[in-house]
């Protein structure tokens, strides 16, 4: 009888780590080189139990998380969605915490200036060649059999052209805080030419209807989102304007822009 109590006992504490949270790094060797040396693709699977749909994320700011360890995915999400990360882990959905590949791994600085990962690097078919490298291996290891392409702030210069260059390899893409003209050091003027109606998959966008940065225009968004656009008011506008907070990153209002992208996802998942 005690072995019975003890072994009950062990199934109830075991429970609660049944959906853990999982995060793991994955690193994909590309097929290039940079001064001699291998150049790598990585990422950061987060997950709890099993997931047959990815969303692989695309940070703002320069982008380059130089990830090395599976530690390092939750610190380089944006604020909005680490505020919320079990709400993009629910309904068999992985998020991948996307990187530049190595030999993007230019200077960065506080500002948010880079010299790499740039318009040159983000609308090119090589980008999406990288990012099929990180698919293949998520479905050959993690049963991931539907992908999601999600950016916020910069990050949807990636979002945006991988949406083009991917096609129909994808379920749909998802752009936040979208970047609608060229940074303070004119990077990313490429936002004027996005060719949308050469998208083959769905199109979310979600954006603060007081987005109060100057490179991400919500009139601009509203031009061309139409019915696709989601549109987020109110929030709490503290912080850098084209930061972690204020209204471009949906400060006080993270709940609602989680919803409506994991419902929009789950509505595509059939």
């Not at 072995?3 to 995060?23: C, E, K, N, S, V």
């Not at 530690?71 to 998020?95: E, H, P, W």
């Not at 936040?176 to 050091?185: E, L």
Request: charged fraction near 20%; hydrophobic fraction near 40%.
């Amino acid at each position: 009888m005690r072995t019975f109590w003890l072994l009950l006992a062990g199934l109830f504490l075991a429970i609660p780590y049944a959906h853990a949270q999982q995060d793991t790094l994955i690193q994909v060797q590309l097929d290039r080189k940079k001064d001699g040396n291998p150049v790598y693709q990585r990422a950061v699977v987060m997950k709890q139990g099993a997931a047959d749909t990815a969303v692989l994320f695309f940070r703002g700011g320069h982008g380059i998380a130089q990830l090395s360890a599976a530690s390092d995915g939750r610190k380089n999400l944006s604020m909005f969605v680490a505020k919320r990360l079990t709400d993009y882990l629910q309904a068999r959905t992985a998020l991948v915490m996307m990187d530049c590949p190595t030999d993007q791994w230019g200077a960065t600085d506080q500002s948010n200036r880079a010299t790499t990962c740039l318009d040159d690097y983000r609308t090119s078919r090589q980008h999406a060649d990288d990012v099929r490298a990180v698919m293949a291996r998520l479905k050959s290891d993690h049963g991931i059999t539907r992908f999601f392409l999600m950016g916020h702030s910069k990050g949807t210069m990636s979002s945006r052209w991988l949406a083009v260059n991917l096609g129909k390899e994808i379920s749909g893409s998802i752009h936040t805080g979208s970047m609608t003209s060229s940074d303070p050091w004119g990077q990313f003027a490429s936002a004027f030419r996005i060719p949308y109606d050469t998208i083959a998959t769905p199109i979310l966008f979600v954006h603060n209807e007081n987005d109060a940065c100057p490179t991400t225009s919500y009139m601009a968004i509203q031009r061309y989102a139409g019915e696709n656009l989601t549109t987020i008011r109110g929030g709490t506008p503290e912080g850098h304007i084209c930061g972690g907070g204020h209204y471009h990153s949906f400060q006080g209002r993270e709940a609602e822009v989680s919803k409506a992208i994991m419902d929009w996802i789950r509505a595509r998942r059939g």
